[in-house]
């Protein structure tokens, strides 16, 4: 290891883009550009991941975040509150609505109250990506999460609750930010809508289990249950996010022990392995001073580079909300997410009150699970086959959503309940098939550094402005109104707004951003043997060519 140093005077300086070619003399210097153009994986060959094993793992916990979503929706968790008839005769209430006795705006308000955590926490686990490997940050956010689930459980009144709530967000938000992006690096070229589609699959799934989840466990063994069940299933994984060897994303290098020189790297900066005894010489300059020049100049860097972080977040905010395609994305995305995010709250009370379903969690969860499944993989499956391309995301989108709001506002109108659930299925299914395109969009109208701060900030704007206000409101505009159904079309005529938007996103002039050059010599992420496989190849390659030679 000691000549593969960088006293090493065959080394020069270089960037870490080509520091897989150190010393593979006989390579052109784009051979490994092209290599990674071809081949997506970015999963190390000593780890035990492989990108479907990664995928799994992944969508398991994107599972267990809407699993949660959906019970404290469910009937079973959320229930109702007392009434008392004109006679005097009273019942109770049941779920948590019942033991805090919660009107319907607050009720909406708990709903979205983990939002704020989220809506915080997002941007920040992103800009961190750039100084902190970004799967350790996902092991720190599920960690959060497992223990505000758990306080979720203990809570005692509607303040407690919803701070746990707000926990829950900030627990969500490293995962939800950094999620995607790894699935995108390692999926095959032609299937990353697909396998994208796969993981969002687990959004409506989620949410349907949760429905039939917290109805059983809060009808037969107390609304408390559900929380305290969802963080043990949480636990295992929040522990694997420190365990395991940690992944890199594209678009982002490790600040390992075997650094690099970049061009502007201050030679003080740099440490090298004495051959002789093995062992690390520091040439920094801070120990030629002083201990006071050694503060002083610590502090002195530490202002900086907060100073340097901050002005690259806003450098970067200025870019990602200057490109038209990705703007226009997410606001037709926000407005999706508006009714989205209402139906799954309200989905179950409605269609008790409009259709008087005895069983509204099993029938509204049974038609949320089969459509988002069938309807997401089969949105990443067409946008493939069609060539995943942002325009032709932008076509998919704009028809899926605006047939699918058809048959939606239809559903509604029918009096007969099993009308009403032939068409309500048929729109979630075309409704449902925007999930894999709208989120390939995101992530490959920027380049690669920027992907995580993109899908944060869609995250955030898709909540802030959609179903964080969706619920209170609408159970606002129900207070007033008292007909659900009425309610129910009002809400879902907003889709057809949403289709008008990405129907635009069709005319933008876009382009696919994946492979463009990054901020790989600007980013520096802690984590040790996280080498994407495709260095590790090189260099092994490498050391194989040395040794042949004579």
Known sequence: MAQNEIHDPEIKPQTSSQSAETNN????????????????????????????????????????????????ASNGVNGSRGTCTEGGTCTSGTGIQGDFNLNNFEDGVLSSAFMVGLLVASPIFASLAKSVNPFRLIGVGLSVWTVATLCCGFSFNFWSISVSRMLVGVGEASFISLAAPFIDDNAPVSQKTAWLAIFYMCIPTGYAIGYVYGGLVGSYIGWRSAFWIESVLMLPFAIAGFVMKPLQLKGFVPADSEKVLVPGTPLSEVSVMDTSNGKDESLSLKAEFSDKSSIDHSKSNSAAKMYDQFSRFFNDMKELLGDKVYVVNVLGYIAYNFVLGAYSYWGPKAGY????????????????IVCGILGTIAGGLVLDFMSNTLPNAFKLLSITTFIGAAFCFGAFLFRSMYGFLVLFAIGELLVFATQGPVNYVSLHCV??????????????????????PSSPLVGVLQDCINNWRTTALILTSILFPAAGIWFIGIFLHSVDRFNEDDEQQESNVEGSSTMPLLQVNAGEISTSTQSQEP
């Open 25 to 72: 003399t006989k390579s052109k210097p784009s051979s490994l550009e092209t290599q990674m153009s071809t081949t997506s994986t970015m999963i190390p060959t000593t780890s035990w991941f492989t990108p479907k094993r990664l995928l799994a793992l992944f969508c398991v916990i994107n599972l267990l975040n809407y699993v949660d979503r959906g019970a404290i």
């Open 353 to 368: 009150n409009i259709y008087h379903m005895t069983d509204a969690d099993l029938i509204f969860g049974g038609i949320t």
């Open 447 to 468: 380049k690669p550094s920027l992907r995580p701060l993109s899908m944060a900030i869609s995250t955030v704007a898709i909540h802030i402005f959609g179903d964080v």
